[in-house]
């Protein structure tokens, strides 16, 4: 796919993209336009006609499906534990759509399953009875450790299901605002998350798409490893835009961390811009062509800390700013 074929359909990814704008994983519009843009170039690429479907019907399959990909990826983050005693990810109502961890959770955090042992449910109890009074204190208390459903208490109450999550979130809202201990857990499990996203992703950085946060002590404690991350997110950026980034491409081309025939069949499709026919003309198969970028890109990977250091003395030798 060239720049032009992308110019052509970028408003596809972008509609898609504005669908999708108002996710409960709070991606942003334009982080949805990258991953988006990603779909499109392996849809470009694996189009076959044969297969009864017209280009334009491939390509926003594709474009969604990367899209949907990236949310199964954030679904994985908040996985639910299953055990006996109170977890933060324990359902507070019949539509399983808040739960414990919403006390000290706000609209930018996934909270991962947390368990707290019956001491700490005690001390959340008390909580409750110093921050809350009234109706409010009794719809927490209720919905957090009675299990009672919202439509079981807007029959106690004589209201409607509504106005009793309404209750229930101006409860929450005030325990995480005016509850010391509370807030201060919930900043160490943020701390936490953040810390155990950011090795996951430096431990295994499969997807080609990085999402970095981290607290300004992270930034200090693991400032290698988010340098390395971000290189190569730039790096992996540049290469699926026919490296809008030039310096990229000799310096892949630099590296000792191929095979021969994989960096010259990279060198020729990505960077000599040949037709897949002409590489198969040349003996290349048609999967190994497919594969080529995927496979640089694994070896990357593999060697993130070396490439990350032949970068740095690339760069230097040749003036470029890092």
Not at 89 to 99: A, I, K, Q, S, V
Not at 189 to 215: C, G, H, K, W
């Amino acid at each position: 796919m060239t720049n032009e074929d992308y110019i052509q359909w970028e408003p596809l990814v972008k509609k898609i993209a504005y669908k999708h704008r108002n996710n409960i994983y709070k991606i942003e519009f334009e982080d949805l336009i990258q991953i988006g843009a990603i779909g499109l170039f392996k849809g470009f690429e694996s189009y076959d006609s044969s297969k009864g479907k017209t280009l334009t019907s491939w390509l926003y399959e594709s474009v969604e499906r990367a899209i949907f990909r990236e949310f199964q990826n954030m679904d994985r983050i908040k996985r639910q534990a299953n055990y006996k005693s109170i977890s933060f990810d324990t359902p507070t109502n019949e539509d399983e759509d808040l739960y414990l961890g919403d006390i000290i959770s706000d609209d930018n955090v996934n909270v991962e399953a947390t368990v707290v042992n019956k001491l700490m449910v005690e001390k959340y109890k008390e909580e409750i009875n110093l921050v809350l009074a009234g109706r409010e204190k009794e719809i927490v208390y209720k919905t957090l450790f009675e299990n009672k459903k919202f439509v079981d208490l807007a029959k106690e109450y004589d209201t409607s299901h509504t106005t009793i999550r309404d209750i229930q979130r101006r409860g929450f809202r005030n325990l995480k605002n005016k509850s010391k201990m509370i807030r201060d857990k919930w900043l160490k499990m943020r701390e936490d998350e953040l810390e155990a996203n950011l090795l996951s992703q430096y431990n295994d950085p499969e997807r080609v798409y990085f999402s970095i946060q981290t607290s300004g002590r992270l930034l200090k404690k693991y400032k290698k490893e988010i340098n390395i991350l971000n290189f190569i997110q730039e790096l992996f950026d540049s290469m699926s835009f026919d490296f809008k980034f030039k310096k990229y491409s000799s310096f892949i081309l630099s590296l000792d961390i191929f095979n021969k025939r994989d960096i010259e069949l990279f060198n020729k499709r990505k960077i000599n811009k040949m037709t897949q026919d002409e590489l198969l003309k040349q003996g290349y198969g048609y999967i190994e062509i497919l594969d080529i970028e995927k496979s640089v890109k694994k070896a990357i990977l593999r060697n993130k800390e070396e490439v990350y250091k032949e970068w740095l003395e690339f760069s230097n030798s040749n003036n470029i700013a890092v």
